[in-house]
């Protein structure tokens, strides 16, 4: 069995920084992509970075202000995250694509972390 557990959310002020932490743990026998998402209230959820081999993808939204980084020894991914807007305020959902012991490769999810951006 393969899980997602994500850290690092809260309340942050605007202009602000926080750290969201991925860590994928169970039979895993190889990781492809990893990424965070993200929905805001009211909204469809929508890919903040992805990253894949040498390669990382950041939304417009997001782009010279957020940071990933991934740790391939500990299968970990952490999203830093800068200069906090409130449009930034949703649930932060970890993405993987692990193949697992014996199996093929699979999509997986976190269970989410609140991120909200107030004064």
């Known amino acids: 069995q393969v899980q997602l557990v994500e850290s690092g959310g809260g309340l942050v002020q605007p202009g602000g920084s926080l750290r969201l932490s991925c860590a994928a743990s169970?039979?895993?026998?190889?990781?492809?992509?990893m990424g965070w998402y993200r929905q805001a209230p009211g909204k469809q959820r929508e890919v903040a970075v992805i990253?894949?081999?040498?390669?990382?993808r950041y939304a417009d939204s997001v782009k010279g202000r957020f940071t990933i980084s991934r740790d391939n020894a500990k299968n970990t991914v952490y999203l830093q995250m800068n200069s906090l807007k409130p449009e930034d305020t949703a649930v932060y959902y970890c993405?993987?694509?692990?193949?697992?012991?014996?199996?093929?490769?699979?999509?997986?999810w976190g269970q989410g972390t609140q991120v909200t951006v107030s004064s």
């Open positions: 993405n993987a694509d692990i193949r697992s012991l014996g199996g093929s490769y699979s999509d997986y």
């Open positions: 169970g039979s895993i026998f190889s990781i492809n992509a």
């Open positions: 990253t894949r081999g040498g390669s990382t």
